[in-house]
């Protein structure tokens, strides 16, 4: 089993409308979660960060985290074409590390 | 120069040439990473340096050689690589390790140095 699974995609949503992008995990153990953002060609950059159960907004930005399912997601309302890139899920591995998903790609159409 | 930059940014290399890959933070950044990454495959951390002191081997081949002379350089060195390690390498840098309370996860990458192995 991966550690961290994400649907590859893409995921296609009109310009306007709201993105759910999901991520399971395996290590019940895991405290930190967080959402990267890779851009075709570049590298990724850390977009939202959870730590509690819930859910956590900033802006257009919505992480929720529900540590019994092992599950966190990411909202995108009012999703821009700007928004279309790739977003990695991570969560902390222990010592040292973050422990990447695949990525789910993103494609917002106008 | 800000953040943290790479070079080169692209390589191609035969499977018995010998190269490196250099990362530089101007970030004071305590701690420094590699990570690879392939198509369709997770990012998958190579090695972890902290003030100069590896702290992680990912089960890495020997291929692989990582230097870090100061907290703000860290270098990939290459040799006899195969095909198959044809990837994106990824440099990043953190305030510091991972364990720390203070860290956000935030790893600060640099634009990565595309490997093609002949």
């Known amino acids: 089993q991966k550690e961290v699974e994400q649907n590859s995609g893409p995921l296609s949503v009109p310009e306007g409308a709201i993105a759910s992008l999901n991520c399971t995990y395996s290590?019940?153990?895991?405290?930190?979660f967080f959402w990267y953002r890779q851009y075709s060609g570049k590298s990724p950059e850390l977009i939202m960060f959870?730590?509690?159960?819930g859910d956590k907004e900033d802006g257009r930005f919505t992480a929720q985290l529900n540590k019994a399912s092992q599950y966190v997601s990411l909202l995108i309302r009012d999703s821009q074409p700007s928004d279309s890139a790739t977003y990695l899920c991570?969560?902390?591995?222990?010592?040292?590390?973050?422990?990447f998903g695949a990525g789910t790609r993103l494609a917002v159409h106008p | 120069e800000t953040g943290v930059t790479q070079t080169p940014r692209h390589l191609v290399m035969g499977m018995t040439n010998k190269k490196s890959l250099k990362c530089e933070q101007h970030?004071?950044?305590?701690?420094m990473y590699w990570y690879k990454q392939s198509a369709k495959k997770p990012l998958e951390l190579m090695f972890v340096?902290?003030?100069?002191?590896?702290?992680e081997n990912n089960s890495v081949p020997s291929r692989f050689s990582p230097e870090c002379p100061n907290s703000s350089h860290l270098f990939l060195h290459l040799h006899t690589l195969q095909p198959e390690d044809s990837a994106l390498y990824l440099c990043a840098s953190s305030q510091d390790l991972m364990t720390s309370g203070t860290n956000t996860g935030e790893l600060f990458f640099g634009e990565g140095s595309r490997l093609t192995v002949l």
């Open positions: 340096y902290s003030l100069e002191e590896r702290v």
């Open positions: 970030l004071g950044h305590n701690a």
């Open positions: 959870i730590y509690s159960n």
């Open positions: 290590d019940r153990g895991s405290q930190s």
């Open positions: 991570a969560i902390s591995g222990g010592y040292n590390k973050l422990i």
